[in-house]
Every structure is written in C-alpha cells, then in structure tokens.
C-alpha cells in the first residue's frame, strides 16, 4: 500500500499529491511546519507543537485553513492510514497560490496544508547508545528565527557541512562566538558545576518544545537549569553536552568539533534525561 498523505482536505496516496508551482511556499518559503514523534501510534507533546504552529502562523499573519483544534484530527488521521507506530507528523501551511508570482500578499491566495507521516527509529536510536558528533558553524540564518518558518537553506548547508566533516549535527554561532541552536534541534550543554545551560528564548532561536519538556523534567529532578548564551569555548569545557528535538528526542553529545566532551562517551545526565522524557512521553500521550 502507498504511503498516505493529506493536502488540502484530502487523503490521497503520497506519489499522487501535487500542489500548485505558484504555491508561495514553494516560490519564496512563505509558510511554516511542524514535525510532531509518534511513539506507540500516538502523538507525544503535540498540544505544544500546535500552539507553537499557530503562534508561527500569526507572526507571518497567515490564516489557517482549518482550526488549529483541528489538525490534530487530521495528524492521528495520518498516523491511522499508514499504520504508524513510531516515527513523525510532518505538516506545513503555506500562504497558498496566487495568480502570479508578486513579493506582497495576494488577496486571493487561500493557504494550501499539507501533511504525511514518516516512519523512524526513535526510542531504539543508535545515535542514543554512541552519542553524536557536531560540528560548529556560522550562524547563516535570518534574524527571526523564533517562527518556524519553511525557508530552511541555512539549516541545510549547515547539516550539510556536518555530514561532510564527519558529524551528525551541526550546532550554528552567532557573531559574538555564543552558539544559538543546532541546525535541526537545541543545544544543552552540562557545566563542571552540573549546571544545565541553554540559550534563552528569542527571536535569535526557536522555542523548542522538547526542549520546554526536558527543562521541566531536568528542574524537577533536582538539576539547575540556566538559561543563557554559552560560548563554543565554554562547550569545549562541558562535562557534557546534548541536543533535544521532537525527532530524536534527547541525543548525547560526544564530540564537538573533533574534541571530546567529557569523558567522550554518552553522559548519565544525558542518559538519564532521556529516559525521563520518554517515560514522561509515553505516559503523557497516553488515552486509555
């Protein structure tokens, strides 16, 4: 059977679905996603996820073609369809087609929304036994990156220049030499002092929602959690160092430009966050 995927109101087969080539998602990536893991067939901290999607929405001032209350139907619809049990949600709303290709917003575009599933390893990751490699670069990106917004070319040659040196992530750097986020998820990184640090949200990254999950899960353990800019020098000195994204979840950190962090192996606090948000995940997006 072909894989499903839903546009504009429709499920049809994924090799059948079409959107127009005046879409101004495609001509100048105005619109915006999200990517929600399904783990046992369910949706885990999406309620998160489509709050950030409307806050996304409202900021580029693009209308929903649907409530918002209801794409959540359409993603377990998704998952339904293609018999998914662990792996990803992928969505996007753009500003829709219009009748030719102009910079300003069109007056008779209607927002075009698509959406398919993906299946993935996420709790049996091998990436969570052996840690990741990332690789630093600089921060290319435009100065709103608090939307989630589909214009992604940065985040693609900055993965890119990963893959080549080696890494599985590439965490980019601002100006100043402080690290802002990795090219697909948040940067953590663990202080001699078993302190936690994390940028501070603003426009300069976006406001991850597993991050959000892990804060919460790390402060009720006990864990200090700051929120603020560290330098590539200071990472090079962590105790240990992690990323967390709704599509791999919380992964260690073992090396960061060819230096290992720590010990050069996975850590416990990694470890240990990583455990505690699947738990919390699992039982979280439980219904029965």
């Known amino acids: 059977m072909s894989d499903i995927a839903y546009v504009n109101g429709a499920y049809i087969p994924i090799d059948e679905a079409r959107v127009s080539i005046l879409d101004r998602g495609f001509l100048f990536a105005d619109g915006v996603y999200e990517v929600a893991a399904v783990i046992g067939g369910r949706l885990i901290d999406n309620e ?9 929405l409202r900021e580029l001032r693009i209308g929903s073609p649907i ?22 949600v992928y969505l996007q709303i753009t500003r829709g087609a219009a009748a030719e290709r102009e910079f300003g917003f069109p007056a008779e575009a209607a927002p075009t929304f698509v959406a398919f599933a993906q299946k993935k390893n996420i709790i049996a990751s091998p990436a969570a036994e052996t840690g990741v490699k990332v690789l630093t670069v600089p ?13 992604l070319l940065a985040q693609v040659l900055a993965k890119q220049a990963a893959l080549e040196g080696g890494c599985q992530e590439a965490w ?31 426009s300069a990254v976006l406001p991850g929602c597993t991050r959000k999950a892990v804060q919460v899960i790390a402060e009720r353990e006990g864990l200090t959690v ?11 000195e962590a105790k240990e160092a992690f990323l967390t994204s709704a ?13 290992p962090i720590g010990s050069g192996a996975p850590g416990d606090t990694s470890r240990l966050l990583r455990r505690l948000y699947i738990e919390w995940a699992t039982n979280t997006s439980r219904t029965d």
């Open 48 to 56: 998160s996820h489509l709050s950030r999607l409307e806050r996304s």
């Open 67 to 88: 409530p918002v209350s209801r794409i959540a139907e359409v993603e377990a619809e998704l998952v339904a369809r293609n018999g998914l049990s662990e792996g990803l």
């Open 139 to 151: 921060d290319l990106r435009w100065a709103r990156r608090d939307i989630k917004s589909t214009a």
């Open 172 to 202: 980019m750097v601002d100006q100043e030499g402080f690290v802002t986020e990795g090219s697909s998820s948040t940067a953590f990184i663990l202080t001699g002092a078993n302190v936690l640090v994390t940028r501070l949200n603003s």
């Open 226 to 236: 700051e929120e603020r800019s560290f330098s590539v020098a200071e990472a090079y």
């Open 247 to 259: 599509s791999n979840l919380v992964l260690p950190v073992v090396s960061l430009d060819g230096r």
